[in-house]
């Protein structure tokens, strides 16, 4: 286990491999303000490594590539304040390989997503029609 933690409670499959080679992929829709390592952009766009905002709930994450996500977080003792838009890709399918990728890559270690899991996200909110704020869903 990672830092004396438990171990997950998923089982790593073939098909979850693929969603994350799909979702590697993919990623390039996102390179270009959170960087291929996941770092971010000091004070502008803030890291996918390590966040809470990917490692955390799925149905969070969900929310901000579905929807957008606005307003002021603080991560790594930096203040984040850039509007990030909803994700390009449209299909289910396409954000849970991303969702997939990003919440396992760069030593992240956290559960798969399946398309399921984000349609699930989109009926709940299906008359949603802005990016949320991250007073709405910050994780907590």
């Given amino acids: 286990s990672r830092n004396g933690e438990e171990p997950p409670q998923w ?18 829709v996102c390179v270009g303000c959170h960087q291929a390592d996941g770092q971010g952009m000091p004070h502008m766009y803030p890291p996918l490594r390590g966040s809470p905002w990917v490692t955390g709930s799925v149905t969070v994450l969900a929310q901000v590539l579905l929807h957008g996500l606005e307003g002021s977080l603080e991560m790594n003792g930096m203040l984040f304040d850039q509007v990030m838009p909803a994700s390009p890709l449209e299909s289910d399918a396409e954000i849970a390989a991303i969702m997939t990728y990003v919440r ?15 349609s699930g996200v989109r009926a709940l909110h299906i008359n949603r029609d802005k990016a949320w704020t991250t007073d709405e869903i910050a994780p907590r």
């Fill in 11 to 28: 089982i790593w499959t073939v098909a979850d491999q693929r969603r994350f080679e799909w979702g590697r992929q993919l990623y390039t």
């Fill in 104 to 118: 396992h890559a760069w030593g992240n270690d956290s559960s798969p997503v399946t398309a399921a899991q984000v």
